[in-house]
Structures are given as structure tokens and as C-alpha cells.
């Protein structure tokens, strides 16, 4: 049960009486017997939803649905099949630093695989790849969710490497990334990283 997909919706009106509670219904048959959580949307907004534990070689009914102060209205029956599933491994993506002035950073991260678990995530960072500074461990992280950390204190115009880091079963850790803190004086610089990450796309 490795599978997982996402499903998506398309509010096309809300009837005038907004905003609207917007989720799917789910299952192996139309007669579904899942429901996701649902989301507050407007007229002409989108949604989407993440479903996880999904057989192998198995055909999936689903529906989108919206509920205000009239009703309920649902959207046409669509389906997908599964193929075989396969071991996936957990991953953690380091993006890079933003906020960065004289003295501080905003370290970023974001959770790229979850293996269907929930995720403890933080960072390592320093002056070297050695880094020697762990941030706190934060719980409850999932697949395509972001995280951050404020540093302070920094060292002005010095260079700092960081990775991201997630935790369930064991450590993965991000690639190395490297951020620069401004100096009061100087001309106007601009850096362009050599590193590039393509995220996978899920089908």
C-alpha cells in the first residue's frame, strides 16, 4: 500500500452564498466510502488533496464536492488505476536562503518524499560543511510540505552552508547549500548558485 495521488477540483460557481467547503469523495467503487478534509474556497478557485495507502493494480472512483449555507453539490465521477507498487524512500530538499541582511537568514527546506509517514525535520548549519549547529527537531511534516528557520546573530558579509534534514526511521539529509550575509559597504553583488534541483512530478 505505497500508493498515493492527488486529486483535484475546480470551484466553477459557489451559488452566491460563499465561501465554500470544497474536499472528495473516495473509493474503489462509486459509492466511494472515503471523504478527504475539506478546504474553504471561492468561485473560481482550485483545490487539491493528497490520499496515501493505496492498493497496487487497482481502479479508484472519485469526486469533487462543495458544501455552503444551500447545499451540497458534487462534480462528475472520474477514476484512475494504480500500477505495482514500489519502496520509496524518504527525501528532503534544501532551497535556499532568504531574508539574508548583515546579522540574519531565513534557512528553508522543503519535505519532497514522506514514504507515508509523518516527518521530524531541522537543519544543520556553519561556517564549513562540518556545520557544528543543529537547529530543534520540529514533528508532524508530510510530503510537499515547506519549513523554515530564522538564524541570528550572523557574522556580517560571511559565507554559511546549511542542509535540511528529515527524521522518521533514520537521518536523511538535503544537499549542501551556502548563503552569504550582506556587508554595510560595497558594490552591488549578485551570486548565481551552480546548483539547480528538478523535483520529481508525480502521475
Same mark, same amino acid.
Given at each position: 500500500m505505497n500508493h498515493k495521488a492527488v486529486l483535484n477540483g475546480y470551484? %466553477?460557481?459557489d451559488g452566491g452564498l460563499p465561501p465554500c467547503s470544497c474536499g472528495f469523495e473516495w473509493g474503489e467503487t462509486i459509492a466511494y466510502g472515503n471523504t478527504t478534509i475539506t478546504q474553504n474556497k471561492l468561485m473560481g478557485e482550485s483545490f487539491w488533496v493528497i490520499i496515501t495507502g493505496l492498493d497496487s493494480l487497482t481502479t479508484y472512483h472519485f469526486r469533487a464536492?462543495?458544501? =455552503? #449555507? @444551500?447545499?451540497? $453539490?458534487y462534480g462528475d465521477d472520474k477514476s484512475f488505476a494504480t500500477g505495482i507498487a514500489e519502496v520509496v524512500a524518504? #527525501? %528532503? %530538499?534544501?532551497?535556499?536562503?532568504? &531574508? @539574508?541582511?548583515?546579522? $540574519?537568514a531565513r @534557512? =528553508?527546506?522543503m519535505i519532497e518524499e514522506d514514504a507515508d509517514k509523518f516527518s521530524y525535520v531541522r537543519f544543520q548549519w556553519g561556517l564549513t560543511k562540518e556545520y557544528g549547529a543543529n537547529t530543534t527537531w520540529v514533528g508532524g511534516f508530510v510530503e510537499g &510540505?515547506?519549513?523554515? %528557520?530564522?538564524l541570528n546573530e550572523l557574522a556580517e558579509g560571511t559565507g554559511y552552508h546549511f542542509r535540511a534534514q528529515l527524521k522518521q526511521d533514520s537521518i536523511v539529509s538535503g544537499q549542501d547549500m551556502v548563503f552569504s550575509t550582506l556587508s554595510p559597504t560595497g558594490p552591488l553583488t549578485l551570486i548565481t548558485e551552480d546548483q539547480a534541483y528538478l523535483l520529481e512530478a508525480s502521475g
Open positions: 470551484l %466553477v460557481r464536492f462543495a458544501t =455552503n #449555507s @444551500i447545499g451540497t $453539490a524518504a #527525501s %528532503v %530538499v534544501t532551497l535556499p536562503a532568504t &531574508m @539574508i541582511t548583515e546579522h $540574519a @534557512i =528553508n527546506g &510540505m515547506a519549513f523554515f %528557520v530564522d
